[in-house]
């Protein structure tokens, strides 16, 4: 399983960015999918799941209202739309494949990971 992960950059206080994740060697749309974030000095935290199907989706509260996870499964993509971006989101953000086809929000559900995009939000 490979997971390519694409999109950060550095942006603005209240500018967007959208994150996409390409996995492959795998059956993709058997799995959720989750996006984590890491800032330094402190532990990855999950950010967004989505469900095998992208029926349901989960957030962190901080995101919530801001960020949005979504799937397209002919093209084996997960991405994460993220608007009115703050400073405090800035870290490296990591997209995960799930042990299962809900939309976990527990980080020991993930056995995958892509290699992180710099996130970075300028005040």
């Known amino acids: 399983v490979q997971l390519q992960a694409s999109g950060g950059g550095l942006v603005q206080t209240g500018g967007s960015l959208r994150l996409s994740c390409t996995a492959s060697?795998?059956?993709?749309?058997?799995?959720?999918m989750g996006w984590f974030r890491q800032a330094p000095g402190k532990e990855r935290q999950l950010v967004a799941a989505?469900?095998?199907?992208?029926?349901?989706?989960a957030y962190t509260d901080s995101v919530k209202g801001r960020f949005t996870v979504s799937r397209d499964n002919a093209e084996n993509t997960v991405y994460l739309q993220m608007n009115t971006l703050k400073p405090e989101d800035t870290a490296v953000y990591y997209c995960?494949?799930?042990?299962?086809?809900?939309?976990?929000?527990?980080?020991?559900?993930?056995?995958?990971w892509g290699q992180g995009t710099q996130v970075t939000v300028s005040s």
């Open positions: 989505i469900s095998w199907s992208g029926k349901t989706t």
């Open positions: 060697g795998l059956i993709f749309n058997n799995y959720g």
């Open positions: 995960a494949k799930s042990r299962s086809s809900t939309a976990s929000q527990l980080r020991a559900m993930y056995d995958y």
